[in-house]
């Protein structure tokens, strides 16, 4: 026997992801800035070349991309298709048929 989920059981469950989803890119976010604070403090002193050198950053500058698509993937569904637009496109399809 299958059993329908109310609409009000959908809805709490999607915002339970949404905020497992949240939770996990600001996990990322601090543990970006704790490891590459340690990576270029700890490069910029062990290499006796100070802040100036590039070669300190790298690590920061391509992990950034990551962290910049897994805050694009949590948070830019809303940012360029809108609140609600999956339901919406599933309601136009719907009405089509």
Avoid: P
């Avoid at 999607?14 to 990322?28: C, P, S």
């Avoid at 604070?37 to 002193?45: C, K, P, Q, R, T």
């Avoid at 992990?63 to 609600?84: I, K, T």
């Amino acid at each position: 026997m299958e059993t329908y989920k109310t609409t009000q059981e959908q809805k709490l469950e999607n915002a339970r992801k949404h905020v497992k989803r949240i939770k996990g890119f600001y996990t990322h976010a601090l543990v970006f800035v704790l490891v590459n604070v340690f990576i270029i403090f700890s490069n910029a002193i062990a290499d006796g070349k100070g802040f100036n050198d590039m070669d300190n950053y790298y690590t920061a500058f391509f992990w950034g991309f990551g962290l910049l698509a897994h805050g694009l993937s949590v948070f830019g569904g809303e940012l360029f298709l809108g609140r609600n637009w999956e339901e919406r496109k599933i309601q136009e399809i719907l009405n089509e048929k």
